[in-house]
T-cell receptor
């Protein structure tokens, strides 16, 4: 299993541009998550999904959109990039919420908006 | 609102020193607790987790953590650190029965181990 994969690894955007961060998992996990990591702030949840066709907002959803058309994929969309969205973005997945399972993280995407 | 607090932002130790990183959370109900580690340039990896049972849990690479319910704490310990333990450590909490399994992360503690 490849686990959780993310593309691209790095990206520089100009203010106002849009882009999609890709996330794919091959573990048949039903739950998927998007976090952003900023220095000294830990990880903040942007959006999450409990299954195909179902998404919900996390702590910091403004400026982002997601979709979950398949179990495997959970892309994150930035429509109008702003400097405040400069961050490292991590995708994660888990199999279920009870019974002792943890989240598995992807390698991250480092995004700079200038 | 639930929150997680890690007391130390940056800890510097010499090799073979003992380590204890503090983690406190605010939530009155059942919780699942995690410590993740992020080595430089890498993604988060699970060190250990607590769901139920023995409050002293052992993880990988000689790490352990103790859940003290009365203190809302889940401190991470290691008796003797190595240079390779240099990394950022994150405590995370998931409220029991939390729809969607969302984790709340602490701010992280950067550990630097001098050889």
């Amino acid at each position: 299993n490849a686990g959780v994969t993310q593309t691209p690894k790095f990206r520089i955007l100009k203010i106002g541009q849009s882009m999609t961060l890709q996330c794919t998992q091959d573990m048949n996990h039903n739950y998927m998550y998007w976090y952003r990591q900023d220095p000294g702030m830990g990880l903040k949840l942007i959006y999450y999904s409990v299954g195909a066709g179902i998404t919900d907002k996390g702590e910091v959803p403004n400026g982002y959109n997601v979709s979950r058309s398949t179990t495997e994929d959970f892309p994150l969309r930035l429509e109008l990039a702003a400097p405040s969205q400069t961050s490292v973005y991590f995708c994660a997945s888990s199999y279920r919420t009870s019974g002792g399972t943890e989240q598995y993280f992807g390698p991250g995407t480092r995004l700079t908006v200038t | 609102a639930q929150s997680v607090s890690q007391h130390n932002h940056h800890v510097i130790l010499s090799e073979a020193a003992s380590l204890e990183l503090g983690c406190n959370y605010s939530y009155g109900g059942t919780v699942n607790l995690f410590w993740y580690v992020q080595y430089p340039g890498q993604h988060l990896q699970l060190l250990l987790k607590y769901f139920s049972g023995d409050p002293l849990v052992k993880g990988i690479k000689g790490f352990e953590a103790e859940f003290i319910k009365s203190k809302f704490s889940f401190n991470l310990r290691k008796p003797s650190v190595q240079w390779s333990d240099t990394a950022e450590y994150f405590c995370a909490v998931r409220a029991g029965g939390n729809q969607g399994g969302k984790l709340i992360f602490g701010q992280g503690t950067e550990l630097s181990v001098k050889p």
